[in-house]
T-cell receptor, first 113, second 111 residues
C-alpha cells in the first residue's frame, strides 16, 4: 500500500466554523507533511512532523493547528479561517526526515465562505 | 535553502524528448536534487533524484554537471499524458528541507 489518503476531498466552511482535515498512511513512514497550494502556484510547506513530533512550522498562523495522534495519522485543525485560506491542502509522508521520496495524497479542496 | 530557477513553461510535441533545466547556483555540499511531477488537482509525484553525474530510471533521466549548479530532467518520447507541472527541489534531506518547492515548469505536450 503506497497510498496517502486524505479526507474529505472537498470542504466548504464558514469563517466561524471549526473543521479538521485528516491524512492517513500505512507505509510505516515516520515523517509527515502538510502543504497549502493556491491555484497555479507551487505547494507551500506548512508543517513537518518527524517521529510524531512537530519539527518544522513555517510561520503558519495559529488558526491552523496540526496534530499527529500516531505514526499513521496526521490532522490539521482549522478555526476562524479567512477566505484567502481557500486552497488545496496536501498531505505527504516519507520514510523518515532524511528520506528523499515523498508520497502525496490527492489533497483536500477547501473553500472558506 | 538553495533557490531554484526553472523556465515558467515549455511546449513540446508527442514523441519528442523534453529537457527541463533547473538552475541552483547556491547549492550546498549536502544538497540533493529532486524532481516531482504534478497534474491538476492532484498531489505531486516523485520522479527522480540525484546528487551528481547521471541518474536514470524507468521514467526519466537526470543530468547533473560537475559543478552541480544546474540540473536537467530529460523525459524521453513524451506523450499527451506527460502534460503537467514539473518541480525541481534542492535540499539536504533533513527535516523536510528537501521538500520546499520552487516555481515549477508547466509542460504542454501537443499532438
Amino acid at each position: 500500500d503506497t497510498e496517502v489518503t486524505q479526507t474529505p476531498k472537498h470542504l466548504v466552511m464558514g469563517m466561524t466554523n471549526k473543521k479538521s482535515l485528516k491524512c492517513e498512511q500505512h507505509m510505516g513512514h515516520r515523517a509527515m507533511y502538510w502543504y497549502k497550494q493556491k491555484a497555479k502556484k507551487p505547494p507551500e510547506l506548512m508543517f513537518v512532523y518527524s517521529y510524531e513530533k512537530l519539527s518544522i512550522n513555517e510561520s503558519v498562523p495559529s488558526r491552523f493547528s496540526p496534530e499527529c495522534p500516531n505514526s499513521s495519522l496526521l490532522n490539521l485543525h482549522l478555526h476562524a479561517l479567512q477566505p484567502e485560506d481557500s486552497a488545496l491542502y496536501l498531505c505527504a509522508s516519507s520514510q523518515g526526515p532524511g528520506n528523499t521520496e515523498a508520497f502525496f495524497g490527492q489533497g483536500t479542496r477547501l473553500t472558506v465562505v | 535553502l538553495a533557490k531554484t530557477t526553472q523556465p515558467i513553461s515549455m511546449d513540446s510535441y508527442e514523441g519528442q524528448e523534453v529537457n527541463i533545466t533547473c538552475s541552483h547556483n547556491n547549492i550546498a555540499t549536502n544538497d540533493y536534487i529532486t524532481w516531482y511531477q504534478q497534474f491538476p488537482s492532484q498531489g505531486p509525484r516523485f520522479i527522480i533524484q540525484g546528487y551528481k553525474t547521471k541518474v536514470t530510471n524507468e521514467v526519466a533521466s537526470l543530468f547533473i554537471p560537475a559543478d552541480r549548479k544546474s540540473s536537467t530532467l530529460s523525459l524521453p518520447r513524451v506523450s499527451l499524458s506527460d502534460t503537467a507541472v514539473y518541480y525541481c527541489l534542492v535540499g539536504d534531506n533533513n527535516y523536510g528541507q528537501n521538500f520546499v518547492f520552487g516555481p515549477g515548469t508547466r509542460l504542454s505536450v501537443l499532438p
